[in-house]
Antibody
Framework: EVQLVQSGGGLVKPGGSLRLSCAAS????????MNWFRQAPGKGLEWVSS????????SYSDSVKGRFTTSRDNAKNSLYLQMNSLRREDTAVYYC????????????WGQGALVTVSS | DIVMTQSPLSLPVTPGESASISCRSN???????????LDWYLQKPGQSPQLLIY???KRASGVPDRFSGSGSGIDFTLKISRVEAEDVGIYYC?????????FGGGTKVDIK
């Protein structure tokens, strides 16, 4: 059974840092690209970042570029989102997903991790 | 960025009847490979989103056949035939043709 289990959310002050993790199981992790999405409270979904299976290609939304870093460790079946210089508008539930083809068909989603940026 | 527009915003449905949601993009989502890069997701209350349809009309694994996707280019439709109580939630379309992936604003489906 495919599972994506997220950890690392929490409360952080503006300007602070946080790292989210996404542990994958039940499939061959190193053959799938992965994505990060987020959802601000009461709002819709927003794409954050994509990373290819070998980490050779990584993309970011303009809203997080230069502040967030996506990485993966295929030996540990894990995906990471390092978030620096956090702003209040980064407050959201963050989801990791397995994707069939780059952006399209996010077929498995993590349970979500709430990140709250507040003083 | 590609702008995605969904309608209606809210859709009350009667169990057993059919329902349709429209999604329109401001650029064609038809790739040169012949596929439309349009996904549909359902977010049930309190849950993570789940994939329903990808590449415009391909049903994801485990999705009931009462869900169907159609359309090409800039106009797409998700149809739910024989709506069931478990289908309530917010439905989102998402273009996956180019970065950044972008979503429609969502359509809230609930039971009348």
């Amino acid at each position: 059974e495919v599972q994506l289990v997220q950890s690392g959310g929490g409360l952080v002050k503006p300007g602070g840092s946080l790292r989210l993790s996404c542990a994958a199981s039940g499939y061959t992790f190193n053959t799938y690209s992965m994505n990060w999405f987020r959802q601000a409270p009461g709002k819709g979904l927003e794409w954050v970042s994509s990373i290819s299976s070998s980490s050779s290609s990584i993309s970011y939304s303009d809203s997080v570029k230069g502040r967030f870093t996506t990485s993966r460790d295929n030996a540990k079946n894990s995906l990471y989102l390092q978030m620096n210089s956090l702003r209040r508008e980064d407050t959201a539930v963050y989801y990791c997903t397995r994707v069939i083809q780059w952006l399209t068909a996010n077929d498995f989603w993590g349970q979500g991790a709430l990140v709250t940026v507040s003083s | 960025d590609i702008v995605m527009t969904q309608s209606p915003l809210s859709l009350p449905v009667t169990p057993g009847e059919s329902a349709s949601i429209s999604c329109r993009s401001n650029q064609s989502l038809l790739h040169s490979n012949g596929f439309n890069y349009l996904d549909w997701y359902l977010q049930k209350p309190g849950q993570s989103p789940q994939l329903l349809i990808y590449l415009g009309s391909k049903r994801a694994s485990g999705v009931p056949d009462r869900f169907s996707g159609s359309g090409s280019g800039i106009d797409f439709t998700l149809k739910i035939s024989r709506v069931e109580a478990e289908d309530v939630g917010i439905y989102y379309c998402m273009q996956a043709l180019q970065i950044p992936a972008t979503f429609g604003g969502g359509t809230k489906v609930d039971i009348k």
